[in-house]
């Protein structure tokens, strides 16, 4: 089962930020006329667009619309900027429903002045404040764990046990999780853990890339599947067996990947997906 290859690409969705130099339009006529099945948008394509109409075009061209990224960032020392995230991830909740995005993710943040500890309280408080919002808004909400090189300012939430630690805690049918291989994949309890937050149906998301040897940014140097060290076709079954049935997420940041052309990157993308995911 785990060495199941993919024949099809119509679980294949790719984030806009993947191919980040393509304006969102030119990346939907692309990804549709390459036959990927879905879009996950990020907040930075639609500044300056009308976003109700943005969601149109993408359902015009048979993308379905799997995400918006991102919302979370609710760990501050500062009483005043969790407000304000509060406020932001509202928005965010507003903006999913405009363009017809049934989820959102949560990168849930951290603040190197305080404990991990403090940042894990106030993200809690922080979700359980947008909750009400989301469901009015039939917006689910998935917590992103991120690997632990960012627990600095970026997520206090590291390993897949603690997002389903939060997502039980927090109770609610619009809150799980985000499994991205990138920050997971080093992780011994990763089986475990995915198969626990299968058995709540608690799993929102599958976002893949790969891990590069040796890696020369710890943000901007993500490579595409089979050009590192992950196991994602195992991680992959891993999440099968525990129910996850949607789309698989290609989500790379790369520099060397932005600076080439971008059509010659999404054929690159399409056989890595097929080969090694
Ligand atoms: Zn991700």
């Known amino acids: 089962m785990n060495s199941k290859i993919l024949k099809d690409l119509s ?45 149109h075009m993408l359902r015009e061209l048979n993308l379905k ?9 609710f760990a501050y020392s500062d009483k005043a900027k969790r407000a304000l995230a509060i406020d932001d ?15 959102i993710v949560l990168v ?7 404990s991990l500890e403090e940042s ?3 993200i809690a408080e922080g979700i359980e404040a947008v909750i009400p919002y989301a469901n009015t808004a039939n917006i689910k909400l998935a917590i992103e764990p991120l690997h632990p090189m960012y627990a600095d300012t970026r997520s206090a939430i590291s390993t897949l046990g603690q997002a389903n630690d939060l997502a039980e805690q927090l109770n609610s049918p619009v809150v799980g999780v985000a499994i991205d291989v990138y920050h997971l994949w080093w992780d011994p309890a990763l089986k475990t853990e995915i ?29 595409l ?3 590192g060290c992950i196991g994602i076709r195992q991680i992959r079954g891993w999440v099968e067996e525990a129910g996850f049935e949607g789309f698989h997420e290609v989500e790379i940041f790369s520099t060397k990947y932005w600076e080439e052309d971008q059509s010659v990157f999404l054929q690159k993308i399409k056989q890595a997906y097929l080969e090694h995911s």
């Open 225 to 227: 599947m089979g050009e």
């Open 108 to 114: 849930c943040g951290a603040d190197a002045g305080q």
């Open 65 to 73: 619309i799997v995400s918006l990224c991102r919302g979370g960032f």
């Open 195 to 223: 198969l626990r937050c299968g058995n709540n149906n608690h799993i929102f998301a599958f976002h893949i890339c790969d891990w590069k040897t040796p890696t020369t940014d710890l943000l901007l140097d993500r490579g």
């Open 89 to 103: 991830n509202k928005k965010a909740i507003d903006e999913a429903a405009a363009l017809g995005a049934p989820l």
């Open 11 to 55: 679980q294949l969705c790719i984030h806009t930020i993947t191919t980040k130099p393509w304006d969102i339009e030119k990346a939907a006529k692309n990804f549709s006329r390459e036959g990927v099945a879905g879009i996950t948008v990020w907040r930075d394509a639609l500044n300056g667009k009308n976003i109700q109409h943005t969601g």
């Open 120 to 122: 894990r309280k106030q």
